[in-house]
């Protein structure tokens, strides 16, 4: 069975940092981009950031440009966001996803349409 399962989110003060990890198993994402994305209550699901198959090349939405970081350990079948100076707008359920598409290259990351596996989420709670 394929999987991909988040975890690392949690309460935290605005300003302060949280790392998420997505796991993958039953499966090598080696060859995929992966991507993170966001829903918070009463909100459309939106693009955070990912990174090419290669990990080469990262894409970040505006408003996380700059304190977000994606990166990704091939050999631990892992991708990580490492979220500092947070604020509570990025309150929200974060999701990892890997895109369908292998060995793809610098286009259409933002969208979820290219993603077809999906974590079960997990929680990002921001206080003010």
């Known amino acids: 069975q394929v999987q991909l399962v988040e975890s690392g989110g949690g309460l935290v003060q605005a300003g302060g940092s949280l790392r998420l990890s997505c796991a993958g198993s039953g499966r090598t994402f080696s060859s995929n981009a992966m991507g993170w994305f966001r829903q918070a209550p009463g909100k459309e699901r939106e693009f955070v950031a990912a990174?090419?198959?290669?990990?080469?090349?990262?894409f970040y939405a505006d408003s996380v440009k700059g304190r977000f970081t994606i990166s990704r350990d091939k050999a631990k079948n892992t991708v990580l966001l490492q979220m500092n100076s947070l604020k509570p707008e990025d309150t929200a359920v974060y999701y990892c996803?890997?895109?369908?598409?292998?060995?793809?290259?610098?286009?259409?990351?933002?969208?979820?349409?290219?993603?077809?596996?999906w974590g079960q989420g997990t929680q990002v709670t921001v206080s003010s």
């Open positions: 990174i090419s198959w290669s990990g080469a090349t990262t």
């Open positions: 996803a890997a895109d369908k598409r292998p060995f793809t290259t610098g286009s259409g990351y933002s969208g979820p349409d290219v993603y077809n596996y």
